[in-house]
């Protein structure tokens, strides 16, 4: 069993930052990609911001220099960094992860999702 569980949500003004977090744990081989996604009322799940096992970084163009993806890989967590929020941030934000379990089966994971609210 693996389980993706994420923090950091909450309510903020325009302008604010918040710092969500995601932890893996239960049977884990390795963790290939990590990622965060998000998904407003009425439109689709999106990508916000992912990240390699190696470090290598790619982000949604409406987030670029504004959020910031990192993760420790010695404690199976990816974070997001949230800074100069806007209300169009505002989505419930899910966790993703690429990974291998003991018997190497590959596959995706995803966490419950954690609210971000952004008030203008």
């Known amino acids: 069993q693996v389980q993706l569980v994420e923090s950091g949500g909450g309510l903020v003004q325009a302008g604010g930052s918040l710092r969500l977090s995601c932890a893996a744990s239960g049977s884990i081989f390795s963790i290939n990609a990590m990622g965060w996604y998000r998904q407003a009322p009425g439109n689709k799940r999106e990508l916000v911001a992912a990240?390699?096992?190696?470090?290598?970084?790619n982000y949604a163009d409406s987030v670029k220099g504004r959020f910031t993806i990192s993760r420790d890989n010695a404690k199976n967590t990816v974070y997001l960094q949230m800074n100069s929020l806007k209300p169009e941030d505002t989505a419930v934000y899910y966790c993703?992860?690429?990974?291998?379990?003991?018997?190497?089966?590959?596959?995706?994971?995803w966490g419950q999702g954690t609210q971000v609210t952004v008030s203008s």
């Open positions: 993703a992860a690429d990974l291998v379990d003991p018997h190497r089966v590959r596959r995706d994971y």
């Open positions: 990240i390699t096992s190696g470090g290598s970084t």
